[in-house]
């Protein structure tokens, strides 16, 4: 008999139960009970085997060896109605989860199907949703590069309004009215901070949570000048009367004003789509 094995396995096997202990005031069954009272008796013969060794300053005497020896015989004549009792759970939780996909799927009898053909079925279920996830992945970059293309163009037009307001201010000599200056002014900058507000929203589902937690900061500035400039140009609304009267020129000035507003709104709903999904 190799007692230094048995002395290791006994080790190991009450160390496994230190771990896995069976918490208090549980009800056992009469297997779990058993197993249990084999492995307290194993456990006490290894810690007493300990103390000797350790009072006596020799190598691990293995008092009781025998005894151990025994009670390693008798949890491996558990081995087969433990190994049954966790089968028999494993299909008890078969049963409930092939009862929990039947509604789904319609199933007239899941009970009835092998346990094989209930764990390929779940199998193919959790292939589905994961196909389901990754292509919603996709999605959402598309969704995103889409977006950011958009933004681009935004951009783009945001540079012609201010191109057409200079050829206004030129035409009708209006370079040295400075309140029309700062008008003009307020209202393309505004425009632009309106979309980098919005591109910080769009940032918010790309990047890793500590860029995003960047993005946030900068937009919540963003958005309080955006705010203050939104209050400048209503004081200043009163000044597109007194232009109006110039001519056609102004007011396709103010159409491109309010149909660069008007794409801005839409990337806006976008973008709030996007966060939605």
Do not use: C
């Amino acid at each position: 008999m190799d007692t230094k094995r048995d002395f290791l396995e006994a080790s190991a096997l009450g160390e496994t139960l230190e771990r896995l202990r069976f918490a208090p005031n549980t009800s056992l069954t009469p297997l779990q009970q058993q197993i249990r009272d084999i492995t307290d008796n194993i456990l006490t013969q290894v810690e007493v085997s300990e103390l000797m060794s350790s009072t006596e300053g020799n190598e691990v005497s293995f008092i009781g060896e025998g005894h151990i020896q025994k009670q390693l015989e008798s949890l491996e004549k558990l081995r087969t109605p433990l190994i049954a009792t966790v089968e028999d759970a494993l299909q008890t939780r078969a049963g409930e989860i092939a009862l929990v996909h039947s509604t789904i799927s319609s199933s007239p009898d899941p009970l009835s199907k092998p346990l094989p053909n209930i764990v390929r079925d779940m199998e193919t279920q959790l292939e589905f949703l994961e196909l389901r996830r990754t292509m919603a992945i996709v999605d959402k970059i598309h969704h995103n590069q889409t977006l950011t293309s958009l933004f681009s163009t935004l951009y783009k037009t945001v540079d012609t309004l201010w191109e057409m307001i200079q050829l206004f201010k030129i035409k009708h000599q209006l370079e040295k009215d400075q309140a029309l200056q700062h008008y003009f002014d307020a209202v393309v900058h505004s425009t632009l901070l309106k979309l980098q507000v919005l591109e910080g929203h769009l940032a918010e589902d790309i990047y890793d949570p500590k860029t995003t937690e960047s993005l946030m900061n900068a937009r919540h500035l963003l958005s309080q000048r955006h705010d203050l400039l939104q209050r400048e140009l209503a004081e200043k609304d009163v000044l597109l009367h007194k232009y109006q009267s110039v001519g056609k020129d102004f007011g396709q000035i103010v159409a491109a004003y309010e149909e660069v507003k008007k794409h801005i709104e839409i990337v806006q709903e976008d973008i709030q789509h996007l966060q939605q999904t």
